[in-house]
């Protein structure tokens, strides 16, 4: 099934689509194909941007990642991923949670540059919204490229149940966009802790026929297949052992939903990795060009066969021409649920039932520092900045020495620091509005760590120790490796009170967040509460 696209929830079907039937009639809006997705390759230049209205009620429901194996999640709006927001530049956007689930939630909108009474982040710019209530957020469409939404209270543990949509902003005057226009929500699944320690309060039906069913489906050996020393810094010291399912739009091969395109084809695969592992995508026999990362078009992206690293939380969009044949898209790292995070490509009735034509080769991995071609950008290596902040990434010894965090089965967890302090316990970036700032990201510790800043986007000046002498690098994440050093910089544009935080959430979760804070920026909200406020 692709991936659900919806203005409105289930529930308001009716309303949806008599509302879209009137603005049909009236010429305004053109809705967009639900299936391929390839209305943006016909879109004409829309006359008026319009308001959409989504409702999203997040609930509890089941997920048959594959036949056979059906698990109790959490949705919006019944699906994994949720329904695919679509909209054009310069649109209104309208959301409405609904909380049906037994504990209070929020809705962050990853990568957004909204203002940050938008931003979704439960006792700091709004409290939870409780079981029961409702909430709307509004934004204005304003850049064109590929986000994502997910919750952003006890965000580790709502991520892990399924909680997560895409959130597309087509420019406005499509020019010559691609053919087949795909998003691919990647995520990593901790099964069998999904099916042993459900949530509290979670209604969970047919429980113990789900764990048995896990159980015969477990793999009997988590340990990791050979990765190359290349991709090993990526997965280095995670212990995510448990989580050996890997899904694309929630399912896992063979029960992925093969892209139908014919030979010519131009594509675009917009990838977003909602999960807590790196996944390291290889198009096989396919060349492929990098058009955006975080959601930024990349300046001149010449053609490549690499295999493309993806951290969590990032989103990365390729495209290339569809050759003939039957290919696959599928994961290179290395751990035990890579072989299920795999799709299948080609045309429909001429499409065989696996990859005949299996490449065998084994590309070096893209060297993003010297992507694209250099452009004109805010800033260069020999910049002055007005503020420069060091942030020490580091594991610390003991969690009890920090204040004793354990998870829900009472067991001790490892502690994640920012220069030596736990969330809420250091001091917070303060900056004023018009500031050039500099992030110096110094990992001293064994894992990797995915670095994202709310509210900006940055470019990257030093990656991983190499300098970005390619296309200017922007994201909202970049993947600091162990033992290195990255260097970022942004202006300081969006007041407000900003999470910057690690992405694999279980890091976040153990303290590794800080406050980018502007000088006289309110904080919205207060953490606890009767929503039991909690960021992470
Ligand atoms: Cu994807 Cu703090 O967010
Ligand atoms: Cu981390």
Known sequence: MPV???????????????????????GQFRPLDAGQQTAAAQAVVLPQPVTRSITLVAEPGTLTIRRGQTVPVWTYNGTVPGPEIRVYAGDSVR????????????????GL??????????????????????YT??????????????????????????????????????????????????????????????????????????????????????????????????????????????TINGHAYPDTTPLDAAPGTRVRLRLINAGYLTHILHLHGVTYRLVATDGHAVAHPQETRALLPIAPAQRMDIEFQMPQGTWSLHDHNGLAGAAEMRLLLGQAGQRSAADQTMDHTTPPLLDVAHYGQPATAAFTLHSRFDQTFQLVLQ??????????????????????????????????????????????????????????????????????????????????????????????????NNPGIW??????????????????????????????????????
């Open 4 to 26: 659900p696209q919806l203005w409105c929830s289930h529930r308001q079907g009716l309303c949806a689509a008599a509302l879209l039937l009137v603005l049909a009639l009236s």
């Open 395 to 492: 594991k610390a010894p003991s969690a009890s020495a920090m204040g004793g965090m354990s998870d829900m089965t009472g067991m001790a967890m490892d502690a994640y620091t920012i220069n030596g302090r736990l969330f809420m316990k250091g001091d917070n970036l303060i900056v004023r509005r018009g500031q050039r700032i500099a992030l110096v990201f110094v990992n001293k510790s064994q894992a990797a760590h995915p670095m994202h800043l709310h509210g900006h986007r940055f470019q990257v000046l030093t990656l991983n120790g190499v300098a970005v002498t390619g296309a200017p690098l922007y994201q909202d994440t970049v993947m600091v490796l162990p033992g290195k050093t990255t260097v970022v910089a942004f202006v300081a």
């Open 95 to 110: 959301v409405t949670l609904v909380n049906h689930l037994p504990q209070a939630t929020t809705i962050h909108w990853h």
């Open 113 to 134: 540059l909204g203002p940050n009474s938008n931003d979704g982040v439960a006792g700091v710019t709004q409290n939870a919204v409780l079981p029961g209530h409702s």
């Open 137 to 246: 957020y509004r934004f204005v469409a304003r850049d064109p490229g590929t986000y994502w939404y997910h919750p952003h209270q006890n965000s580790d543990k709502q991520l892990d149940k399924g909680l997560y949509g895409a959130l597309v902003i087509l420019p406005r005057q499509a020019g010559s966009s691609p053919q087949i226009d795909r998003t691919l929500l990647l995520d990593d699944w901790p099964l069998a802790a999904l099916a042993a320690a459900p949530m509290q309060g979670m209604t969970m039906p047919g429980m113990s026929a789900h764990t048995r069913v896990l159980l015969a489906a477990a793999p009997t050996t988590g340990r990791a297949t050979s990765a190359s020393s290349a991709l090993a810094p990526y997965l280095a010291d995670r212990g995510m052992e448990t989580y050996q399912t890997f």
């Open 499 to 536: 999470m910057l935080h690690c992405h694999e959430l279980h890091h976040a979760a153990a303290g590794m967040d800080i406050f980018l804070a502007y000088q006289g920026s309110p904080r919205l909200a207060q953490l606890g509460g009767p929503a039991h406020n909690n960021p992470e």
